[in-house]
């Protein structure tokens, strides 16, 4: 009896803590300038594979922001499942671009050296546009980003018209993507027919972002 409830006891602790990551906010991510209607703040940063983006050059497409941490496992939901690889593929064939951004500091997890990051890209069959570094978490402040994987999305007028979490399923069970409502999907269809998005926020979740402390 005291082993089982020690096991019971451990299992509701673990469970309490994993959703205390889940929704945990990050002081460090306060300024948050990007809000949903208004103009999405403009950045430049270097992709892993050494390119230079600046978000002005996707004026006049979709543009989707994806907050990413291949070590995190509310990513690795996504990924392992491959639903984020085909969500990226659907749309960027429809000519979204997607934008992966990484704002782990050095040293933390979440960070690989840029050539590294681009093995992980083809190591997890990424089908993003480019994956973004962001090592000092300038635009993930600024953008008010917490969490992997935490969503925006940009419309053809540089205006932000959704922001939050991909999905209604905070967990990092696969099996749990089918019959979720993936926000993400639902927006850009939504918008990539003159509809209304609904919802326009949504509680994100996942792994804090590793920003760079003081």
């Known amino acids: ?6 096991h019971t006891t451990w299992a509701t602790l673990a ?3 994993l959703t205390a990551v889940a929704f945990a906010p990050t002081a460090a991510a306060q300024t948050d300038q990007a809000e949903v209607g208004a103009s999405a703040p403009g950045f430049t940063l270097t992709a892993a594979d050494g390119d230079t983006h600046s978000l002005s ?5 979709y543009v989707v922001l994806e ?5 995190c496992p509310f990513v ?7 639903h984020m690889q085909e969500l990226q593929k659907t749309y960027t064939e429809k000519d979204v671009v997607w934008l992966s951004i990484v704002s782990s500091a050095p040293g933390k997890q979440g960070y690989y050296p840029p050539e590294e990051m681009v093995a992980q890209k083809d ?3 990424g ?3 480019a994956i973004l570094m962001d090592p000092d978490g300038t635009v993930g402040k600024t953008y008010g980003a917490t969490v992997t994987p935490h969503m925006y999305i940009i419309n053809p007028d540089g205006k932000l018209v959704y922001r939050g979490g991909i999905d209604d399923k905070p967990t990092t069970d696969e099996a749990d993507i089918k019959g979720a409502t993936n926000y993400v999907e639902n927006a850009l ?3 990539m027919n003159g509809e209304e998005v609904s919802p326009k926020q949504a509680q994100p979740y996942g792994c804090s972002i590793k920003y760079a402390t003081k």
């Open 1 to 6: 009896m005291i082993q089982r409830a020690f």
């Open 189 to 191: 269809n939504a918008v």
């Open 123 to 125: 190591k997890h069959d």
């Open 76 to 82: 690795g939901k996504h990924y392992g499942s491959g």
């Open 57 to 61: 050059e996707f004026q006049g497409k």
């Open 127 to 129: 089908n993003m546009t």
């Open 67 to 71: 907050w990413l941490n291949f070590e």
């Open 15 to 17: 469970l309490a803590l």
